[in-house]
């Protein structure tokens, strides 16, 4: 069981401050010096109270006849991560404390995967291949937050090897692998780019070049909020895609065995999908020839689907076990989110206080942060994390100074001239979380972090008139692209979204309303993702103290109606 109180991995600052001079970063370093003390220690990150991984219920049996057609197509339906050696597919995952563990099929406990680089404790995605080069083991690549696609040979259930690395992967917000589409029995990857374009990548079944070259295989993809690279569900042999629309239709796409244009036209077979978080991609869990799938609900339960071999699913079967502790499924259909995982609150006397995401849409319990008082009068605002790491950072301006309190960074001098800072994310396009600031007068400037938490570039002026908001928000997407988003709110009480466009000189579509009355809750917060589907989520306080929340839809409504989660907040003078 892990402490609410377990500590953060500590950030390793390698890189020297920039000096901030009326608002602008310069090249040449800080005096240190000069610098004012950081008012206040480095303190710990609170945790969410863990719990095991619970084993993989594999109770569910083969539905349906057919053994023949069952014994046949065993072989046609690989496991893509066996690492147990039992013949089917083990889970691997990412939980809440950002690192990595494997659920392995023969009933035994999960256990941590880690490699010698440790980067796998700053995976955003991980995507099982099978064993794509015939040594009896399977590959798996994990994708970094800020683009990095890396190839893992030879897995284990505790770890695997890297032979390959690739830059610049940021440009998709999904990358899948549907299992082997052009007939070699390699698994072949598919990745989906902003706009709705599908790319498909032929694997090589040479570790350290996995890959040839993209080709484009489709449009309109976007329409998709979770897309599943299931193996063979239809016979054929050749790998199949389920894709959800987010009204919660299910649609099956049959393979064609033509690389060039690899899928038939799209069958809806479910509707209701909605009620699950995320759709994972077990292939074959109960031995019956047919690519299978799991899907968690917000409850945090499994359930299994029997692949009929028609493209279709019997009725699901619920498992046992809660899986709440898990971010991110490898082999899941949804964007992958990290970086943020709930909020602070400061009393009236001076003491933070924490709440988690659980990714049911509920909150831990309050864990404090620091020492009671201990926070009074201080200048904070709690940002996504400007490293690869799991956590949010809490920034401190003290005389003029920006620090970092999860590390003691100083970002150099400067900042008194920001009324307002906001941290949503990656809205540069490069993977790396940046900095928004507005200054007295309304402009609203662009820092672009360096991806290590110990940097920020030169700041760009995204546009005047904000000081026209009382709040600016964000941690994560609300619109269903992939991309970091910002709400603000006016001081008439509507509510606006501004999209990210991943363009750091115009990082903004423009503002679209999505609310009113809004000036009815006294405190606003953005927890990131509250309810596990990777969207992010919105907080509000009444002046009676009661908490809502609205969740993110990734529609042109961006959020749903409220939903009462809690009370006694009129307790915070503010939160973050």
């Known amino acids: 069981m892990r402490s609410v109180f377990s500590g953060r991995a ?37 945790l969410i109270a863990d719990t095991t991984t619970p084993k993989l219920d594999m109770s569910q049996p083969a539905v349906g006849t057919g053994e023949a057609r069952a014994a046949e197509a065993t072989a046609v339906v690989p496991s893509r991560f066996d690492v147990d050696g039992d013949g089917r597919t083990d889970l691997i995952h990412r939980k809440q404390d950002g690192r990595t563990y494997v659920a392995p099929t023969a009933t035994a406990a999960a256990v941590k995967f880690e490699t010698a680089d440790s980067l796998l404790t700053h995976n955003l995605d991980l995507v099982p291949l099978g064993d794509q080069d015939g040594t009896g083991r399977p ?22 090897s890297l032979t390959w690395s690739g ?64 193996g063979d569900n239809d016979g054929d042999g050749r790998g199949d895609v389920v894709a959800r629309t987010t009204d919660g239709r ?61 493209g279709s699913y019997s009725a699901p079967v619920k498992l046992s076990g809660s899986w709440l502790s898990v971010d991110q499924f490898g082999g899941a259909g949804n964007i992958p989110t990290a970086g943020r995982s709930g909020f602070l609150g400061r009393d009236k006397a001076g003491t933070l206080f924490w709440y988690g995401d ?22 904070l605002s709690y940002v996504s994390a400007l490293d690869e790491g799991a956590f949010a950072d809490l920034l401190e301006i003290y005389q003029g100074h920006l620090y970092n309190s999860s590390n003691s960074h100083d970002f150099g001098g400067g900042w008194q001239v920001y009324n307002l800072l906001a941290g949503p994310g ?48 964000g941690a994560g997407d609300f619109s269903g692209d992939g991309r970091a988003d910002v709400v603000v709110r006016d001081g008439s009480g509507n509510l606006y979204l501004y999209k990210g466009t991943g363009n750091r000189t115009a990082p903004f579509a ?51 109606s409220r939903v009462k989660i809690g009370y006694g907040f009129q307790t915070y003078a503010n939160l973050y």
């Not at 830059?167 to 549907?178: D, E, T």
């Not at 990777?534 to 961006?558: E, I, Q």
């Open 358 to 379: 659980q990714n049911n849409g509920k909150l831990t319990a309050r864990a404090q942060w620091g020492s009671t008082g201990g926070w009074a009068g201080a200048n």
């Open 426 to 473: 990656d809205l540069s396009g490069d993977g790396k979380s940046d900095l928004l600031a507005r200054d007295t007068s309304g402009v609203l400037w662009l820092y672009q972090g360096n991806g290590a938490g110990t940097g920020l570039a030169s700041r760009i002026k995204v546009g005047s008139g904000w000081g026209a908001y009382n709040r600016i928000l």
């Open 250 to 310: 299910l649609y099956f796409y049959g393979s064609t065995g033509n690389p060039a244009a690899p899928f038939k036209a799209p069958r809806e077979i479910g509707r209701g999908w909605n009620a699950y978080n995320q759709i994972v991609a077990p292939d074959d869990r109960n031995g019956d020839g047919r690519a299978d799938l799991l899907a968690r609900d917000q409850s945090g339960a499994l359930w299994a689907y029997s692949g009929l071999g028609n």
């Open 510 to 560: 423009g503002r679209v309303r999505i609310g009113t009355g809004w000036g009815t809750y006294t405190k606003l917060a953005t927890p990131g993702d509250l309810n596990g589907d990777g969207r992010a989520d919105l907080l509000g306080v009444t002046a009676a103290g009661d908490l809502y929340r609205y969740l993110g839809t990734g529609t042109s409504a961006a959020i749903t």
């Open 10 to 46: 500590r950030r390793v600052t390698t890189c020297t401050a920039l000096a901030l001079s009326a608002g602008m970063l310069l090249a040449s370093p800080a005096v240190a010096e000069s610098a004012p003390r950081p008012p206040r220690p480095v303190v710990e990150q609170p």
């Open 167 to 230: 830059n610049g992967w940021n440009i998709y917000n999904k990358v899948f692998s549907p299992g082997d589409v052009d007939g070699d029995g390699r698994a072949d990857l598919l990745a989906r780019q902003y706009n709705g374009e599908l790319y498909y990548y032929r694997a090589t079944g040479v570790p350290t070049a996995p890959f040839a070259g993209r080709a484009k295989v489709g449009a309109g993809w976007g329409v998709y909020d979770q897309l599943v690279g299931i």
């Open 139 to 160: 590959e798996l690549l994990a994708v970094s937050r800020n683009g990095v696609l890396r190839l893992y040979a030879e897995a284990t259930a505790t770890s695997g």
